[in-house]
């Protein structure tokens, strides 16, 4: 993973998606499809987005009992995403169970989909991870066991806030991945993200990608604007 830009595209059907990507035309982008639109749209939007030639993390966050999750994604490995995740808190068997599932769905000399887990929230705050989850950790000690457990079930990184991302790498190592969203332009809104960060900040951490949805798909121009992204962050266009 080149240290791509991911951008969200939180949008409700596929019309609204072509229109914000027309202007986008020619240039090869690294997409990110979450459940408002993959459950408008189905498989068919995925298939589209790389029939243009854009890489594809589909983040449907999955946290479901381990044969459920491992025949999802079974399935999931069909599409040919590039990405996809789980959540963390349903555990090692779990995690591990996705895995199998990518594998052997997966087809023979087809490359497998990396895989994530979610270790908490951008959304959750220390305060509200210690009072709802009823978790006596530090919110870095939550991320940082979550990142490890995802490590020994076999996954490939996390899904973290840019703040534990240098601890991560540190405890686990560089190859891991840590994709980070709740990253911010100082002009822009938090909205309800939590543990946000510029994208200076991400750099300086060496997060393995970042993802980016409101600030870009918002914005008046939002192909201007994600060309002032790329030169705060770097790489990721073609
Ligand atoms: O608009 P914004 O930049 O906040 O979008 C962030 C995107 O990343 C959203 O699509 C959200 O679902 C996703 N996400 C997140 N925090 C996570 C995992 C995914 O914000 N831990």
Same mark, same amino acid.
């Given at each position: 993973m080149n240290h791509p830009l991911i *951008?969200?595209?939180?949008?409700?059907n596929g019309v609204e998606v072509e229109k914000f990507l027309r202007p986008f035309q020619g240039i090869s982008l690294f997409v990110k499809v979450g459940m408002e639109l993959y459950y408008q749209e189905g498989p068919s939007i995925i298939n589209l987005l790389k029939e243009q030639g854009h890489q594809v993390f589909l983040d449907l966050k999955l946290h479901d009992i381990p044969n459920t999750v491992y025949r999802a994604m079974k399935g999931l /490995?069909?599409?040919?995403?590039?990405l996809v995740n789980v959540h963390a808190a349903g555990g090692w068997e779990m995690m591990e169970s996705a895995m199998e599932g990518l594998e052997a769905g997966t087809s023979a000399g087809g490359k497998r989909p990396s895989c994530i887990a979610v270790?908490?929230? !951008?959304?959750?705050?220390e305060v509200q991870m210690q009072k709802?989850?009823? *978790?006596? /950790?530090t919110l870095m000690e939550s991320v940082l066991h979550y990142a490890s457990l995802t490590k020994t079930a076999g996954l490939d990184g996390v899904v973290c806030s840019a703040q534990e991302a240098a601890a991560i790498r540190q405890q686990i190592g560089p190859d891991f991945l840590t994709v980070c969203p709740g990253i911010r332009l100082k002009s822009d809104q938090t909205g309800d993200q939590k543990r946000v960060s510029s994208p200076e900040f991400a750099k300086e951490a060496g997060v393995s990608a970042i993802v980016v949805g409101r600030s870009i !798909?918002?914005?008046?121009?939002p192909l201007e604007n994600y060309h002032q992204w790329i030169q705060v962050w770097g790489g990721a266009a073609k």
């Open positions: *951008i969200a595209l939180d949008f409700s /490995a069909r599409l040919n995403c590039d270790t908490q929230l !951008t959304s959750t705050s709802e989850q009823l *978790i006596q /950790a !798909t918002k914005a008046v121009d």
